[in-house]
């Protein structure tokens, strides 16, 4: 059976996120920049967090304005405290405000383990959990400043967590990222309970396998593709677009009444695919 492979392309309709502002962290590469390129896409003035890789984070603020929408690359690592609040302000004094935060930023620092050091536990932490509650944390201010503008979007803002598959599947080898990831989702949940009745809606998307620099090794060969495949039903590895494709729809008032939930994007992994034959 001959099926379309890779994401969908040019879905996105261009008005969705009209005027609205969007921040996305560690959006120079992988799933970070499809992401800002999707909401650029759909609309959305983005400024392009990274935290190296200047360049890249440029390239993608560029490719961004040429959808005639405003862009801009800001430095600051998210788990530096007093450089998430300066990377707010100078959004706020910037571009206005900000409306939708994409807390994207994430890595692995993978070890069996009783070998993994107390370092790579607490970089894991603080990068994608701690640095997902600072952006929260600094976002919601500005919601609460700015409140409701019915013209923009019917919520006072909108928070994207971006968690994973292992918030939910185990996974030896990377205790810390596993753990991490089980924190963002009761993070969210918990900021979602006490954010919507201010109206602002927190929710994440938890990718699969996508073809990402953070997992490279698992599918840049054609034997370790087939053994990725075997976890994932739908039968493809997914592009960083796939998960863009979802983040927009969260953030817009297409879903305006989804709040607190997790998306997951993961072509069925989460679907225990083992079982299909076993158990
Ligand atoms: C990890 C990837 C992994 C995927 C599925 C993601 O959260 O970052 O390395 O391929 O989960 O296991």
Redesign the pocket.
């Known amino acids: 059976m001959s099926v379309p492979q890779g994401a969908p392309q040019g879905v996105i309709p261009t008005q969705l996120l009209k005027g609205q502002k969007a921040l996305v962290t560690g959006g120079n590469s992988g799933i970070g920049k499809a992401t800002a390129i999707g909401l650029g896409r759909a609309g959305a003035d983005v400024v392009v967090n990274y935290v190296a890789g200047r360049e890249a984070a440029e390239q993608v603020a560029e490719e961004i304005s040429g959808f005639g929408v405003r862009a801009a690359a800001y430095e600051a690592d998210v788990s530096q405290e007093d450089q998430v609040v300066a990377m707010t302000q100078r959004m706020v004094e910037e571009f206005g405000t900000v409306d939708i935060l994409v807390a994207n930023a994430?890595l692995?620092r993978d070890a069996p383990f009783t070998k993994m050091t107390t370092a790579q536990w607490q970089k894991v932490l603080d990068v994608n959990l701690t640095g997902q509650f600072l952006c929260a944390r600094e976002a919601t201010k500005e919601f609460l400043r700015r409140g409701v503008v019915p013209e923009v979007s019917r919520a006072a803002g909108k928070i994207i967590c971006m968690?994973?598959?292992?918030q939910l599947?185990p996974?030896a080898g990377?205790v810390n990222?596993a753990a991490s990831?089980g924190g963002v989702q009761m993070m969210m949940t918990t900021l979602a309970q006490e954010l919507a009745p201010r109206r602002i809606r927190v929710n994440a998307v938890?990718?699969?396998?996508?073809r990402?620099p953070?997992?490279r090794s698992?599918?840049d060969t054609p034997d370790a593709e087939q053994d990725?495949l075997q976890?994932i039903p739908y039968g493809r590895v997914g592009d960083p677009e796939d998960i863009a494709h979802a983040v927009v729809g969260l953030a817009s008032d297409l879903m305006d009444y989804v709040v607190g939930t997790t998306l997951y994007v993961?072509g069925g992994?989460t679907l225990f695919p083992g079982f299909a034959t076993g158990g």
Do not use: E
């Open positions: 994430g692995q968690s994973s598959v292992h599947i996974w990377h990222y990831k938890a990718p699969g396998a996508i990402t953070i997992n698992a599918w990725l976890l993961d992994m």
